[in-house]
């Protein structure tokens, strides 16, 4: 099941539902399967391919996230292809500077790349494709493992000073490479020759991971000749070996080493690779000589020209001419007319088929020595060779096409060359075994002195002291390999690291092998009698279960259903290639294998290896194979046990089981909490609405499953505890049938965005909705018969929901006021609402005039929602309807007369719809009352008289008040003039006074 169940809507989840358990998904995603082992340092790849889209040529986006060791539960961005700023700061950074890549194959797939591996980088990486198609139908994630693992490569050269040889002189170079990791890897080492103004360096010749030897380009020639040679002497050292040096060799030399690990794809990947110090190189060519040369003698010479049989003959041959340096030559040995071998102009050698042999035995050996000096070695030598010999010279000019153009031939004087017989010198010095391992291999060395003739070497066993000898394998004169019957199963060979020495090697030997082995040698000589040598040795084959120990431990062997168990197998003795069996056995059952591990580090699976991971570290003294048991269940308890056994004969045998290892899976504790916190909540009709049911504590893992069941009771009716929907532990929904709840059931979501939350999404509300819902959440866990088990029980909080239509927003003035007009005016009467309600509302309006206090109210017209009209006054009155305004409503009067005064209000309803009843009135409210009052036109003009004697009045009430105030100040100066008795004042008047027209300074 997994972590997140949120779809867009009942169709998705139930098609995703069905697509869980049909097994037939049609979308797969797909990554290279790990563990993958990467060096600290190295470049990282992972190929991500997706099928099953039905775009298979558009582009598809991928991303790439991954989870560490440290934190398995933190899943941290890396990049996408379709998202720039996608990954985390770290990652982004290492993004935009290229060290981090997605690069596009094709249209399904894409190429993640990391430049340099980070420790940091160790963890499990998954790989999404994107889904742009709506539905879900399959995989679209996949995951793998890497491992970053510590650089133990080293390389080095044994030279690295600059060397200068001649052309035809010889090359060795050795090479140190070896590597301390402790996975299974494998080793190729490759000598390289970068030439100057060439951009890439040519392989001379390697040795592969599987150790096959293979030329480089333009060196097929000389390693099938024998001239270029790779050899591996013991566990790390790698020599170079070049007979003859050409002019095309100059360059720098250096030798490469690669680590092969094969990844669980059964695929070999490069995990590191180094080179080791250069050495540059200078061959000194032979000059080209002129076509034209005066004269070309040519001398033979023997040393010794007699000697016996078994001796080393040397027959050199001299060029005499000018420019010789300069020139190119084919010389040739002849013996009567019979060419024993011939070296080309540019230095290759040819051996006569009746020479081949020897040639391959090292008997016959041919190399130019100097500029003027070729020489022919023969050792041993027989009575055959006796003869003559002469000496061929053919001048070879280069062409235009530059191929050589053979010139006339010129011969040497003859030489005469007496081999006579010798008595037998023939001995045998055998190496002594003594004991070896069973399964090990078995080498015996087999040296031959004093030499004369052809040899061959016949190894035999006696198995008893009483038996004879049996042949195990010979080898003839002419080098041709028999084995005998009984051992032709077997791996055996003989091998010749040199002319004299013949080695015995016999793979995974048996307690049959033991016995005494004999190395039995046959030398035959032309016009001689065959002599015969042999020489045993005693070979004690020690039983490997003698040697060998193996022991199960675990830190803990009670573990809780879901926790991780790790089993240590730790196998001590001998380092062989031994193959490793985990089984299990449950109750009194034949014991059930989980896997077979084979030596070549392939393995073979019986459990599912979901549940499983298998690690290998290897030690100084002991090997431990880990087997990690992912998320126990019941299933996994019981008894383990590994098994370590050996293929000797293509037959497996079992050298040690260890001890059996109770494991107990115990149940977890039944500490299943819900979130018991009782909800309020409040929605609009229409809204959307979101249910929590919340696991605050329980047991988690992989065998740990959770049923989830929604109830619900209504507020106004009898529905209790209905069951609503059912998310069972298999991931399973169901709508239980209740007629009374199937619209609600329509309209139910269920999303699961983490493991323990568990939401329920109510579409569009309903008043109906109203009411208490809580859940509750089983918890189930599999038994050791793969049952399904009820472990816990709980149920969460109430949660209360109240849906409402909306709120009360309606809003009228109540103001009271009074309004006089006349009969020649018409008369208004306004209502106005306050506050906008919602776009959705409609108003019903309603006028009402009431005469007098103390009479009835009486509706004169209303205006319904759907815009109808309805005059209810019933008297001839003229109306006027007008609503300019969705707040303003106003009804006119035309001309009204006295009998329309009086106390008039509006009434407003405010309806809405109601996704379950149609529409609805939610609100009414009256407006304040207006007092109208309706004059006559007598009543006016008296108004109007009534005004101009008031304004009267006050004009007389004034001028009576300015007259007082004239007599008064008349009164105050008649008293001012008695005062002052005869003295003649000044007149106010100005015929009297005359005016000063001079100003005093003091004015």
């Given at each position: ?23 037939e998904?049609?979308?797969n ?33 991928f ?5 560490r ?75 793998t ?15 690295s ?6 052309e035809?002189?010889?090359l ?28 890439d ?6 040795l ?5 030897l ?22 790390a ?44 190189l200078?061959v ?20 010794p ?7 080393e ?22 013996k ?5 071998a ?5 230095g ?36 055959e ?40 010198r ?93 190395c039995?040698?046959?030398e ?17 084959v020690?039983s ?16 809780t ?12 003795g ?34 599912d290896?979901?549940?499983y ?64 916190k ?30 989830v ?15 609503l ?8 929904v ?5 007629k ?16 323990k939350s ?13 009411g208490?819902?809580?859940?509750q ?7 050791n ?16 929901l ?27 009467i ?18 009402f ?25 019933g ?5 006027k309807?007008?609503?300019p305004?969705?707040s ?10 006295p ?15 109601s ?5 609805r ?56 003039k ?26």
């Amino acid at each position: 099941m997994s972590d997140i169940l949120k779809f867009q809507d009942s169709d998705d989840f139930i098609c995703v539902l069905s697509l869980l358990y049909s097994g037939e998904a049609r979308v797969n995603t797909e990554v290279q399967a790990g563990p993958l082992y990467r060096v600290l340092g190295s470049p990282l790849y992972i190929t991500c391919s997706v099928s099953g889209f039905r775009s298979e040529n558009t582009d598809k986006h991928f991303e790439f996230r991954m989870t560490r060791p440290s934190n398995p539960n933190f899943d941290i961005q890396i990049i996408s292809s379709h998202e720039d700023n996608f990954g985390y700061s770290n990652h982004l950074i290492r993004v935009r500077k290229n060290e981090i890549a997605l690069k596009r194959l094709s249209p399904n797939s894409v190429h993640f790349e990391i430049q340099h591996l980070l420790k940091s980088d160790e963890g499990e990486y998954e790989c999404t494709a994107v889904n742009l198609e709506g539905a879900y139908d399959g995989e679209y994630s996949a995951k793998t493992v890497v491992k970053v693992i510590e650089d133990s490569l080293s390389v080095s050269s044994s030279a690295s000073t600059p060397l200068s040889l001649n052309e035809g002189e010889a090359l060795t170079l050795t090479c140190l490479a070896s590597s301390s990791t402790s996975q299974h890897t494998h080793l190729s080492v490759a000598w390289y020759l970068h030439k100057d103004g060439q951009e890439d360096a040519q392989p001379i010749i390697s040795l592969n991971r599987d150790f096959t030897l293979s030329p480089g380009q333009g060196f097929e020639r000389r390693y099938q000749a024998g001239l270029i040679r790779l050899d591996k002497w013991g566990e790390a050292s790698y020599s170079l070996k070049m007979a003859e040096v050409e002019p095309s060799d100059q360059g720098r030399i250096y030798c490469q080493a690669q680590e092969w690990i094969q990844d669980p794809d059964g695929s070999w990947y490069i995990i590191i690779q180094k080179n080791a110090e250069e050495m540059t190189l200078t061959v000194k060519a032979t000059e080209v000589v002129e076509p034209s040369s005066p004269s070309l003698t040519v001398e033979i010479s023997a040393q010794p020209a007699a000697l016996q049989e078994g001796q080393e003959l040397l027959l050199s041959c001299d060029i005499n001419t000018e420019d010789v340096e300069k020139r190119f030559f084919s010389v040739a040995w002849l013996k009567g007319r019979v060419e024993l071998a011939r070296i080309g102009p540019t230095g290759v050698l040819t051996v006569a088929p009746e020479y081949s042999v020897r040639e391959k035995n090292g008997e016959l050996r041919a190399a130019r020595s100097g500029n003027r000096n070729y020489r022919l070695i023969l050792k041993p030598v027989k009575t055959e060779d006796q003869g003559e010999y002469i000496c061929t010279v053919w001048s070879q000019e280069r062409g235009q096409d530059d191929a050589f153009i053979e010139g006339e031939p010129k011969d040497s004087s003859p030489q005469r060359v007496s081999v006579s017989a010798t008595e037998n010198r023939l001995s045998i010095k055998m190496q002594q075994a003594g004991n070896v391992t069973e399964g090990g291999g078995l080498h015996l060395s087999c040296k031959v002195d004093g030499v004369q003739g052809q040899l061959s070497v016949t190894w035999q066993l006696k198995s008893a002291p009483m038996a004879s000898f049996t042949d195990i394998i010979s080898i003839s004169q002419e080098g041709v390999t028999e084995i005998a019957e009984e051992f032709e199963s077997r791996k055996v060979r003989v091998m010749r690291p040199t002319t004299h020495n013949f080695t015995l090697e016999l793979d995974e030997v048996t307690l049959s092998d033991s016995g005494v082995y004999q190395c039995a040698v046959s030398e035959r000589k032309p016009n001689s009698k065959t002599h015969n040598q042999a020489q045993t040795t005693t070979v004690t084959v020690t039983s490997i279960d003698t040697l060998m120990g193996v022991s199960l431990i675990s830190r803990k062997s009670r573990v809780t259903v879901g926790e991780k168990l790790e089993l240590m197998c730790r196998v001590r003795g001998p380092r062989m290639p031994v193959t490793v069996t985990w089984s299990v056995q449950r109750d009194a059952k034949t014991p059930d294998t989980i896997l077979t591990l084979s030596p070549n580090g392939t393995i073979s699976w019986s459990a599912d290896q979901n549940h499983y991971q298998l690690r290998v570290e290897s030690r100084k003294t002991e090997v431990i194979y880990y087997l990690l048991v992912i998320g126990t269940s019941h299933r996994e308890g019981g008894n383990y046990q590994c098994n370590v056994s050996v293929l000797l004969k293509n037959v497996h045998k079992e050298l040690k089981a260890s001890n059996q290892l109770a494991v107990i899976v115990n149940n977890p504790a039944p500490n299943l909490r819900l979130d018991k916190k009782e909800q309020q909540l409040t929605a609009k009709e229409g809204e959307e609405v979101e249910l929590n049911c919340s696991i605050t504590s329980g047991a988690s893992g992989s065998s740990v499953f959770y049923r989830v069941i929604w109830y619900y009771a209504a507020n106004s009716s009898s529905l209790k505890n209905a069951s609503l929907l059912e998310l069972d532990h298999t991931g399973l929904v169901s709508y239980p049938d209740n007629k009374d709840i199937r619209g609600l059931q329509e309209r139910l979501r269920l999303s699961r965005p983490t493991q323990k939350s568990f939401y329920l999404s109510i579409q569009k509300a309903h008043e109906e909705d109203n009411g208490t819902y809580w859940c509750q959440v089983d918890q189930y866990q599999l038994d050791n018969e793969a049952h399904w088990q009820l472990k816990a029980s709980d149920s969460g909080g109430a949660i209360k929901l109240s849906v409402i239509v909306t709120e009360n927003n309606l809003s009228i003035p109540k103001e009271e006021a009074e309004m006089n007009t006349s009969r020649n005016q018409d008369l208004t009467i306004p209502c106005n609402i306050n506050k906008q309600s919602s776009h959705e509302s409609k108003f019903q309006v309603t006028w009402f005039w009431q005469k007098e206090i103390e009479t009835k109210q009486r509706p004169i017209f209303t205006v319904y929602r759907n815009s109808t009209l309805q005059d209810r006054f019933g008297e001839n009155v003229r109306l006027k309807y007008d609503h300019p305004d969705p707040s303003q409503f106003s009804l006119t009067f035309l001309n009204p007369g006295p009998e329309n005064s009086g106390l008039y209000f509006c009434e407003v309803e405010e309806w809405l719809p109601s996704l379950s009843r149609g529409w609805r009135k939610v609100a009414m409210e009256k407006s304040g009352h207006l007092n109208v009052s309706v004059l006559t036109e007598g009543d006016a003009k008296a108004d109007s008289e009534c005004n101009t004697r008031t304004y009267i009045i006050i004009a007389i009430v004034i001028l009576i008040v300015l007259v007082l105030v004239l007599l008064l100040l008349v009164v105050t100066m008649c008293r001012s003039k008695g005062s002052l008795g005869n003295k003649s004042v000044p007149s106010l008047w100005g015929e009297s006074v005359p005016m000063n027209t001079n100003r005093s300074g003091d004015d």
